[in-house]
């Protein structure tokens, strides 16, 4: 049975959880300027370097229509190693063609979110093997744990999307799991929805389902996919198969080099980003060739490699590079740009976690990333969705829309009178000014615990990870599922059971 101070305290976490709650659905608009690691010559020679890589070494496209596609656009095809040079004057009149802003029909048209412009708008975490919490450890992700991100990433407002692989669901059978989850999505939020665009059979199911609840497609798009370029220089069958299904159905590729400096780039950061720059023109091109006009997302994914372990490092100073880097090359190209929020590589939601986190969360902002991937939750490298680390990546991402608002300089916020008033020595806890204002004056924190160390002691001695784990819980609590009319949502399941029986034992991974 829970003691007086666990009931006082459960009573404190409830009302602080219900701060990322405070505010209505709304997208976050950075009007400072951009920050710029490089001047204009130095975009330039990133730009002549990527051009010099898609003419000279060119790209890999393990895809047969993919192949073909180029050969009729014109570009220089060797068939047997599949390998495409693309001249730069037909890769820029391409990327030309993409829009540089659009907005992303959600199920509620109020959360439609406009990608483009100074709106920076987030995206929960996603691709992760395993779940963690403070109650049941690490293990893998099960579909009891993608219903539960779905549920949170709804409550809270600070994000703008839902769903996409928010964690393998590894108790279903994989022919089916991208069905499970759609159908989780469009049934448990109506917020604006990503999705696997991995090879043709996916994508056409996955688009199937989006028809069923919008009708037709036309008109804004509804799915977005991430696009991952095998580097080096490489787009597998399966990224390219997808690209190609979600292009000509007019929905949104987020077309996203994974580059390793040191493994699967040069060493240096300059040759990453030029690497990365032209393997993401070259995808971006594709979809133009496919459906010009069609909306399209340049994405960054660029870091170094940890030399001790050869596995990637996140929360670094080169990553930071790379995502402020990566902004200018898109706008350079008039894009949307994608970046990551939370990476880290730390096994726990421990200070390393946060202070990586913070790596990453802060020049992603700054660099008016467009569109933010895993902006709660990440753990391990990107192999674990945390509970707790989602509580906290949410309270920071609610910090950015406050601090992003900015606050008034006027005759009522300098209060000159008050400070007439009180003199030398005295002291604003009672004044007027204060006591209409001491509720709202200041950032609410959900997470954060300011009192003295003795209070906090008495009332459990509960560190960062622990309340934002009692926080999770309340935020599950507060969930309710939107509306959706039941003939869709039957039409949904029917079309979810029969899909699974006709792919029962395929394998669509290869």
Known sequence: MDTPHERRQSRRVRKSGSALLHHSFRLLHNNLPPLEMLDAEQVEQLHQASMEILEKTGIVFMDDETIDL?????????KAERRVRLERGLVMELVAKAPPSFTWRARNSERNVFVGGNVVAFAPNGGMAYASNLDMGRRPGVLADYVNFVKLSHVCNVLNFNGGELVAIQDIEPSSRHLKRLYSD???????????????????DVIAMAE??????????????????SSPLRYDERMAGGLIIFARLGQINIVTPFIMAGAVAPITMAAALAQQNAEALAGIALTQLVCPGVPVIYG??????????GSPAFGTPE???????????????HLPYRGSGSLNTS???DAQAAYETMWTMWPMVL???NFSLHSVGWLEGGLTASYEKFV?????LSMFYHFLDGFKIDADSLALDMIERVGPGGHHFDTPHTQARYASAFYDSALADRQGYDTWLAQGGRDAAVRANLIWKDLLASYEQPYLDPTIEMGLREFVEKRSRELAGVNLYD
């Not at 960054?300 to 372990?309: A, L």
């Not at 906290?392 to 920071?396: P, T």
Request: proline fraction near 2%.
């Open 70 to 78: 180029w050969i009729s656009a014109g570009a220089k095809v060797n």
């Open 186 to 204: 469009f049934t448990l939020t109506d917020k604006a929805l990503l999705e696997a665009a991995h090879g043709r059979i996916i994508s056409r």
């Open 212 to 229: 069923l609840v919008f009708g037709s497609l036309e008109g804004d798009p509804v799915l977005g996919g991430v696009i991952n370029v």
């Open 300 to 309: 960054g994914f660029t870091t170094n490699v940890d030399m001790k372990s």
């Open 319 to 333: 990553g930071a590079w790379a995502l402020l880097v990566g902004a200018q090359l898109a706008r350079r190209y």
């Open 347 to 349: 096994k726990l939601p």
């Open 367 to 369: 660099a008016h990333t």
């Open 392 to 396: 906290m990546d949410a309270e920071m």
